[in-house]
């Protein structure tokens, strides 16, 4: 029987040691589901583990120059747990990018629309209010259907626009999803805001410690620019005020903090979309053993399982 775990949730709430310990107990191995980590020689501030000791798939798969899209992830994602399958093993999805989640296991109406880059470039030129006001006269009812968060996101409204004004047939559009006879979905999050918050500022400066200035210069000097899709991440993209001496090391830092707070209540966002979530709060004692208990019932079960 095909299973497939995934294990989501925002940014520092210890999705990926949760996963290794989850692999050694169930024979798995790790796919991982992060929209940064797929590119070359971005290490440091991505938070890469490449010291793991079981099989990590998805890192460095392009160059920072090289496009990755979701559609990418589905097409290498399937590739992987099925020879994950085919050698009798658990494949287990860890990763924080919601998007890629949801279009592996649920499917994406927009997943077979290629990026139209000639119209991105004139929508960038575009401010939020004349974007969302673009986006209302091709589809009112797809502005509606955004979240807060969505509607303030230029990245997101440029992509609906893109796809409103895609010709192609709506039956020719990939809903591209993995096979699985049995899934469970474990999420991590917290409600306690603050407490995430102090992980996600230690993570910052311990990533700052190990070099983080030194990975942004290297990437600059082999030729990487700073409007690239690899450095819209905030880790990346704010550090050109840095290299530009309009800000000082002090501010980089807090502002990067700021920027990590604010991408974890949107992943929070992000992840009520997907369907079956089973949550737990990782400040609850007991959490870990919930977890596996969980997990345990749901691999030993031989019924067809989407929850």
């Not at 990755?68 to 994602?77: M, P």
């Not at 474990?186 to 407490?195: E, F, W």
């Not at 995430?196 to 070099?211: A, M, N, P, S, T």
């Amino acid at each position: 029987m095909n299973k497939l775990l995934i294990i989501c949730g925002p940014t520092a709430t210890g999705k990926t040691k949760l996963g290794i310990k989850l692999a050694k107990k169930y024979n798995g191995e790790i796919i991982s589901a992060d929209s940064r980590q797929v590119f070359e020689g971005m290490d440091i501030i991505t938070g890469k583990d490449l010291s793991v000791e079981i099989p990590l798939w998805g890192l460095d798969l392009v160059k920072p120059d090289q496009k990755f899209s979701v559609a990418h992830f589905v097409e290498f994602a399937n590739k992987v747990i099925n020879n994950i399958w085919e050698r009798e093993k658990l494949p287990i999805i860890v990763g924080g990018s919601g998007f890629w989640i949801k279009a592996l296991v649920e499917g994406v109406d927009s997943i077979g629309i290629p990026p139209d880059w000639k119209l991105r470039k004139q929508l960038n030129k575009l401010s939020i209010k004349q974007l969302r006001e673009k986006l209302k006269k091709l589809t009112p009812k797809k502005l509606r259907l955004m979240n807060k968060s969505d509607r303030n996101n230029p990245r997101r409204l440029i992509r609906a626009i893109e796809i409103a004004s895609n010709q192609q047939p709506a039956y020719r559009r990939g809903r591209s999803t993995i096979k699985f006879d049995k899934l469970l979905i474990i999420g991590l999050k917290t409600k306690d805001y603050q407490s995430l918050y102090k992980k996600i500022d230690k993570r910052v400066e311990k990533r700052i410690k190990q070099g983080a200035e030194r990975e942004i210069k290297n990437l600059i000097k082999q030729g990487y620019s700073w409007d690239l899709p690899s450095f819209s991440a905030a880790g990346y993209r704010l550090w050109k005020d840095y290299f530009e001496q309009k800000k000082d090391l002090k501010e980089i830092i807090q502002d990067w903090k700021y920027n990590e707070h604010q991408l974890a209540r949107k992943q929070l966002v992000f992840f009520k979309k997907i369907k079956n979530i089973n949550w737990f709060d990782i400040n609850q004692l007991g959490t870990v053993k919930r977890i596996e208990k969980k997990v345990n019932r749901w691999y030993d079960k031989n019924t067809p399982s989407s929850s």
